[in-house]
């Protein structure tokens, strides 16, 4: 609850100043009173400080029974029942403090907070018209426009901005807060003329030129808008929100041309790349400029890019335009120089190890890896990546190193039992298999009826041939949840297999090879339980289908098939 959050903070900073009230009015108490008021009111306070807000709530309650005129006491004890959820409460405490000493603007504060959050938005209006009336703090003035704004009193809520501004003059802040409230009243004329006002107050501000001409574009104005954009370029030819603001117009106008200028200007410009890359980036994917549209995308990026040299953006979107090619390689060139600019987004290294993963060069995954993991070290995603591409680079202690790293770096429940299962792969091919059953029986505790973890901890089992009933359980619970993966049923046969029910284990295997059967992993166990019936030639034809499928030089395999058997440890 942010609320409390707030009030915490408040109480924490006019500490010092609630023992004076504390002190103050505690004058009609005997000695004794005094003392025992003291004990309670600090041993509260310290409580609070440590959190122990139970506590706390017991010994500022002790300290109200003896003296229950104390203000200060009872906005303590506000201060600790918010934390506790207990807002209503919370609300009776503070009206009290406030009753009791309602110059204090702390008190004021807290109350006003507390009505808001409650909804009694013409209590927190009245609050804020005595807190006023008291201290003078603006901020009180502030309180009391939006209340009126929420209780549907817009004309006061006007007329209160209007009196901050007698003292304060005409600010951007002001003034924004009485467009806005213009605005939702449909009173487009009271909105034009605050901003008339702001940009006549500062004839120098150009941007608030800019918000007075994108005031009138937006409401069926664009002649007068038109003419301040306009005004705008000759005083500064490379304004980069009159440019495209201009590209807009220009834009809902048919004129391509003038649609296309303009945001040349606009990239040209001082414009921060953030916003430039925002323009482009809904720009791109879009059709805008015709049959020539990623002629003229490329143009505006490297136009973009010799104005701010430094800038990552560019490349990212280069990148973008690759891959809309289907051109990973070039894709992944262009990520990589973005990641090279010293970019704070994670965006293109995400989008770099995608191209790596199209391209299946995992050289590259390893490396650009390694870089992310220098520039974003708890990005869980980087060692997670990392132990996949190792793994298949047949790099396994590295693979289990990253993958064990990886799962320190785990936020959420999601990502934790990702990199959990990851573990698992990985440590099975580092034959680290006491950890490997580990993380799947973390991954199962989080997730029962996960499913991809079911049939891999089954798998790595039955390839280990161990505790193959709890094996079996296992993959016949991962085919009820997915009947009808190929994977989930050749873990199923492999069991069947290594527990020599070599007659149900094709039965498996075979289901699999009916909705994959180009799968050269699954032809080989089926080569294999044909040889445990004895049909050697069958088994020998499968085993050579599957050979010519992987296209890979498997050794084992091709002895099986010379030998016409299997090769047993």
Known sequence: MKLYKKVLFVGFLSLVSMVTF???QKD???????????????????????????????????????????????????????????????????????KLEPTNEWYAKLIIELYKNAKQYDLAAKTCEQAYKHNKDVHFLYELSGMYVLIGKWPKAIKVLDEIEKTQGVTEQLSRQKEEIYLSKNNLKGAIKEIEKLSATYPDQLQYKGLLADLYMRNGKEKEGLAIYQNIQKIDPFNGFAAFSLADYYFSKGDTLGFFNQLEIGMKSRVEPRIKLQVLAKLIPSSDFGSGHLAKCKKLIFVFSETNPDASEPYLLLGDLALQDRNFEEARN????????????????????????????????????????????????????????????KEYELAFFSAQKGVEFADDEATSIQLLSNLGDMAHYAKRYSVSDSAFEAVLALDPINSLALNNYAYFLSLRNADLDKAENMSKRSNELDPNNPSNLDTYGWILFQKKNYSEAKIQIEKSLSISPNNAEVLEHLGDIEFKLNNVDKAVEIWNKSLRISGNSNSELEKKIKQRSILLP
């Open 28 to 98: 009609g108490l005997g000695e004794g009173q005094r003392r025992e008021f003291d004990k309670h009111f600090f041993a509260g306070t310290k409580d609070k400080m440590i959190k122990a807000y139970e506590d706390a709530e017991i010994e500022f309650k002790g300290a109200i029974a003896i003296d229950g005129s104390n203000a200060a006491a009872h906005f303590q004890l506000a201060s600790v029942l918010l934390p506790q959820k207990k807002e209503s409460e919370a609300l009776v405490e503070a009206e009290r403090a406030f």
């Open 334 to 393: 262009q990520y990589s120089i973005s990641t090279s600019k010293g970019v704070s987004s994670i965006l293109p290294w995400e989008q770099l190890l995608f191209c790596d993963q199209q391209l299946q060069r995992y050289d590259y995954m390893k490396l650009d890896c390694e870089r992310l993991m220098i520039v974003f070290p708890n990005y869980a995603s980087a060692y997670l990546f990392h132990s996949i591409a190792c793994r298949q680079l």
């Open 22 to 24: 504390a002190q103050s």
